[in-house]
């Protein structure tokens, strides 16, 4: 069966295992589908993985003795300000990855938005990181969720390639990092994420030393 590359809704397959959701770009947006494809075959780090609180995805956790140095993700944010990840050294970062194609995005957005409210105060700070290619597609998106943390612009997800191997698969979305205040990446979910997931992950990370 062809796919019209151009296509951005859902194409279920009849028999298949698994279901997608394409942009224009070669990039699933389908949070099962990444759980599926990737779980198996994909060995991630050390640590003891755990089901999110919330009844979401499988959040890879990292031993503090073992948690990799986070890439520095830089640049011009959707709205045109800038932002880098060391500028938040020393508050627990939450970074998620989305497009304004993909569903499952726009569905755990609200909740991320929640988190940076409520624990803005507690040093926490969600940073989005849009792989449209169009700026003004991420910005309609960010502007019509009314979303208060900021969102670097990475068409493709180029920066993400200098992730760890194994921790997420940075062509399906979304995704979410969890960087403890040294800058260490701390875990990793390939699924959408609620309020509730994202509080049981930072909570005891807030507590480290």
Same mark, same amino acid.
């Given at each position: ?17 698994? !279901?997608?959701?394409? !942009? =224009?770009?070669?990039?699933? +947006?389908?949070?099962?589908?990444? @759980?599926? &494809? @990737?779980?198996? /075959?994909?060995?991630?780090? $050390? /640590?003891?993985d755990?089901?999110?609180a /919330? ?6 956790? #990292? ?7 986070? =890439?520095? %993700? ?6 045109? /300000? ?5 500028d ?7 970074v998620? &990855?989305? &497009?304004? +194609? ?5 569905? @755990? $957005? ?7 409210? *409520?624990?803005? *105060? ?25 979303? $208060? ?8 997800g180029?920066? %993400? ?10 062509? #399906?979305?979304?995704?979410?990092? %969890?960087?403890?205040? &040294?800058?260490? #990446?701390a875990?990793a979910?390939? $699924? !959408?994420?609620? @309020? ?6 930072? !909570?005891?990370?807030?507590e *480290?030393?």
């Open positions: 069966m062809k796919t019209n590359p151009r296509a951005v809704l859902c194409v279920v397959v009849a028999g298949l295992a698994m !279901t997608g959701c394409a !942009t =224009p770009k070669p990039l699933p +947006t389908d949070v099962e589908q990444g @759980e599926r &494809a @990737e779980g198996a /075959g994909q060995s991630g780090q $050390s /640590g003891d755990a089901r999110l /919330g009844g979401g995805g499988l959040f890879k956790s #990292i031993p503090a003795g073992e948690r990799p140095v986070a =890439p520095d %993700f830089a640049g011009d944010t959707v709205d045109g /300000g800038s932002v880098r990840l060391s938040y050294r020393g508050r627990v970062v939450v998620n &990855a989305w &497009a304004s +194609t993909c569903g499952p995005c726009r569905v @755990e $957005s609200p909740d991320l938005d929640r988190v940076q409210r *409520e624990l803005k *105060e507690r040093d926490v700070q969600v940073l989005g990181v849009s792989m449209d290619v169009s700026r003004s597609n991420a910005l309609a998106f960010q502007r019509d969720l009314a979303l $208060s943390y900021p969102s670097l612009h990475d068409p493709g180029k920066q %993400f390639l200098k992730l760890p191997n194994g921790l997420v698969n940075p062509r #399906i979305l979304p995704f979410t990092l %969890f960087v403890d205040r &040294a800058g260490r #990446i875990g979910v390939q $699924s !959408t994420v609620t @309020e509730e997931d994202v509080r049981s992950v930072v !909570t005891p990370m807030l *480290e030393g």
